[in-house]
């Protein structure tokens, strides 16, 4: 292979791996959002199941299970140049960019949560799950009340 279809080759190669990174803001934030709404149906689940004369555990673990996931998948649903400068509709502010090892910390705080929900649901005790579930409501609380702009 000479030089020139060496070259073209692996400029194909980094185009295509970095192609991820190249999709529009748009199309980004949208599935940050649809993401989000996944989360936020999956944390009903779990005070669905909770309301009630008896817990509903099933309900509840099948729940905490999308919002483990949720917890590690978070960290890549905000890529730079998916915020408001973007021209993308989108409720994320810019402290998420501009403030990256705060954000982290609410992030990190949101996973701790939804590990120890996933361990009082593992345990099957119901007081540790009101409060677990009680204690991730309000890292959700926290993050929105930072780094998500009110609707409008």
Not at 33 to 40: A, K, P
Not at 95 to 100: F, G, L, T, V, Y
């Amino acid at each position: 292979m000479n030089v020139r279809a060496r070259t073209s080759a692996m400029v194909l190669a980094a185009a295509l791996a970095a192609t991820p990174l190249l999709a529009a803001p748009a199309d980004t934030v949208r599935a940050r959002v649809d993401n989000y709404r996944e989360l936020g149906a999956a944390f009903k689940g779990v005070n669905d199941g909770l309301r009630g004369s008896e817990v509903q555990t099933v309900l509840i673990a099948q729940s905490v299970r999308q919002i483990r996931n949720a917890s590690r998948g978070q960290y890549e649903w905000f890529p730079a140049g998916s915020g408001p400068q973007s021209g993308a509709k989108t409720r994320a502010k810019a402290e998420i960019w501009s403030q990256p090892a705060k954000f982290k910390g609410a992030q990190d705080a949101f996973a701790k949560a939804a590990d120890d929900l996933q361990r009082a649901v593992t345990a099957k005790d119901v007081a540790a799950i009101r409060l677990s579930a009680q204690k991730l409501g309000g890292t959700c609380k926290a993050c929105h009340d930072a780094f998500r702009a009110p609707e409008h």
